[in-house]
Antibody, heavy 116, light 108 residues
Framework: EVQLVESGGGLVQPGGSLRLSCAVS????????MSWVRQAPGKGLEWVAN????????YYLESVKGRFTISRDNAKNSLYLQMNNLRAEDTAVYYC?????????WGQGTLLTVSS | EVVLTQSPGTLSLSPGERATLSCRAS???????LAWYQQKPGQAPRLLIY???SRATGIPDRFSGSGSGTDFSLTISRLEPEDFAVYYC?????????FGQGTKVEIK
């Protein structure tokens, strides 16, 4: 069974930092692109970033470039999103998603709230 | 960036009826790069269709996708109670990947 389990969300002040993690099982993690997609409260879906199988290529939503870093540890079957200089508009549920184009499966999401 | 516009915003139908959801792209796109997802309240999205018309694993055949160029559609042939949800289209042919704003299918 495929499982993607996010963790690390919480309440952060504007300008703060947080690291999200996603633990993956049920497929060969090291052979697939992975992505982060977010959803602000009551809003639609927004792609954030993706990363190639070996981590050699990464792509970002323009509004998070320079602030967010996607990475992976294939030995640990884990995906990460380091988020710095957080803004109120980054408040959302962050989903880890299997795939770099369409998304085969999604985690249950972790909520990030940026507020003072 | 490809902007996707979904219509209608809300579709009110009864179980057993046929639902047709539209997704219009701001420029012509390859059908290879169009997907559809279903999302129920409090749940993660679920992949229904990729490549505009290929059903994902385990998706019932009452769901079908079609279209080309700028106009794509998702059809649910006969609505089951579990199909009432929000549906999103997605274009993944470049960066950024983009989603439509969603169509809510609600019980009439």
């Amino acid at each position: 069974e495929v499982q993607l389990v996010e963790s690390g969300g919480g309440l952060v002040q504007p300008g703060g930092s947080l690291r999200l993690s996603c633990a993956v099982s049920g497929f060969t993690f090291s052979t697939y692109w992975m992505s982060w997609v977010r959803q602000a409260p009551g809003k639609g879906l927004e792609w954030v970033a993706n990363i190639k199988e070996d981590g050699s290529e990464t792509y970002y939503l323009e509004s998070v470039k320079g602030r967010f870093t996607i990475s992976r540890d294939n030995a640990k079957n884990s995906l990460y999103l380091q988020m710095n200089n957080l803004r109120a508009e980054d408040t959302a549920v962050y989903y880890c998603a299997w795939g770099g184009s369409w998304y085969f499966n999604w985690g249950q999401g972790t909520l990030l709230t940026v507020s003072s | 960036e490809v902007v996707l516009t979904q219509s209608p915003g809300t579709l009110s139908l009864s179980p057993g009826e046929r639902a047709t959801l539209s997704c219009r792209a701001s420029q012509s796109v390859s059908s290879t790069f169009l997907a559809w997802y279903q999302q129920k309240p409090g749940q993660a999205p679920r992949l229904l269709i990729y490549g505009a018309s290929s059903r994902a694993t385990g998706i019932p055949d009452r769901f079908s996708g079609s279209g080309s160029g700028t106009d794509f559609s998702l059809t649910i042939s006969r609505l089951e109670p579990e199909d009432f949800a929000v549906y999103y289209c997605q274009h993944y042919g470049g960066t950024p990947k983009t989603f439509g704003q969603g169509t809510k299918v609600e019980i009439k």
